[in-house]
C-alpha cells in the first residue's frame, strides 16, 4: 500500500568531525528531534542540521542517495553505517538532483540548526522577498541545447570526454553522473570552491562551446519567438 505520509532525508553535520564527513539518513519525525536523538557518547559534539528534503518518499530517496554516492566512488566511511566522505555541498547538490524529478519534494537548507528562510524573518526581515520563493530555474538538461543522447561532451577542466547518457547525466569509465557531482569529483584540487558547489553546465563544453552558454542562447532565442 502506497504511503502519504511525509518524511526527512536530512545530511548532517558534525563539529567533530572533518569538514568533508556527512551523515546521511531518514526520518519519520522532524529532523531537530533526530539530530538530538543522535546526541549521545559516541560522538563528542551535537550533530548539526545542513539541510533536509521532506517528502512521502523518505524512504526510498534515502537509499537513492546512498546508492549515487556509493556510484561516484568508495565514499561511504563504512558499508553498514550512514556516514560518506562527501562535502556537504555536494551532498545537498545529490539530494537537489532527485528532488527535481520528485513532485512533493521540498527542500530546506539550514543555518545555526533553524531553516535559512526562518533565520531571514528572525533577523527582521519581513519583506515580501523574504517570504515569496524566486521561481526555481529548471535543471539543465541536454535537450535543451539539442544534444543527443550517444553524443560526447568534454569537461573543461581536464579534456576528459564523457558520453552523454541520458537527459540529465554522463558515462565515463562504465559509470553514470549527473553532471555537477561529476565537477565535484574530478575537478582538480587546487579549481575547487570554499563552498564546493558547482553549476555543471558551466564546467562542460560542446564542439567548443560551453554548455551554459548554448543554453543562455536558447532562451534568448525563445524569448524573441515568443514576444
Not at 556527512?22 to 559534539?45: F, H, M
Not at 551535537?46 to 546512498?66: G, N, R, S, Y
Not at 521540498?106 to 523574504?130: T, W
Not at 553522473?177 to 582538480?188: D, E
Amino acid at each position: 500500500m502506497k504511503t502519504t505520509e511525509q518524511g526527512y532525508v536530512y545530511i548532517l553535520t558534525n563539529p567533530s568531525f572533518k569538514e568533508d564527513w556527512v551523515k546521511i539518513g531518514k526520518s519519520s519525525r522532524p529532523v531537530d528531534v533526530r539530530s538530538k536523538e543522535l546526541d549521545n557518547t559516541a560522538v563528542p559534539l551535537p550533530f548539526e542540521i545542513f539541510a533536509t528534503m521532506k517528502t512521502c518518499k523518505f524512504a526510498e530517496v534515502e537509499k537513492l542517495v546512498h546508492k549515487t554516492i556509493d556510484r561516484l566512488t568508495d565514499l561511504r566511511i563504512r558499508q553498514n553505517r550512514e556516514f560518506f566522505n562527501v562535502s556537504p555541498q555536494m551532498a545537498l547538490e545529490i539530494l537537489r538532483d532527485i528532488a527535481s524529478t520528485i513532485d512533493d519534494a521540498l527542500i530546506e537548507e539550514y543555518e545555526n540548526n533553524i531553516p535559512k528562510i526562518a533565520n531571514k524573518q528572525h533577523n527582521g526581515d519581513s519583506s515580501e522577498a523574504a517570504h515569496t520563493p524566486k521561481a526555481k530555474r529548471p535543471r539543465f538538461k541536454f535537450s535543451m541545447v539539442d544534444i543527443k543522447i550517444g553524443e560526447y561532451v568534454t569537461f573543461g577542466p581536464t579534456g576528459i570526454e564523457v558520453r552523454v547518457a541520458s537527459d540529465d547525466s554522463v558515462e565515463y569509465e562504465g559509470r553514470i553522473y549527473k553532471l555537477s557531482p561529476f565537477v565535484g569529483t574530478f575537478l582538480p584540487n587546487d579549481m575547487h570552491t570554499p563552498s564546493d558547489s558547482y553549476q555543471g553546465a558551466n564546467y562542460f563544453y560542446y564542439k567548443g562551446r560551453k554548455l551554459k552558454d548554448l543554453r543562455k542562447e536558447k532562451e534568448t532565442e525563445k524569448k524573441k519567438i515568443t514576444k
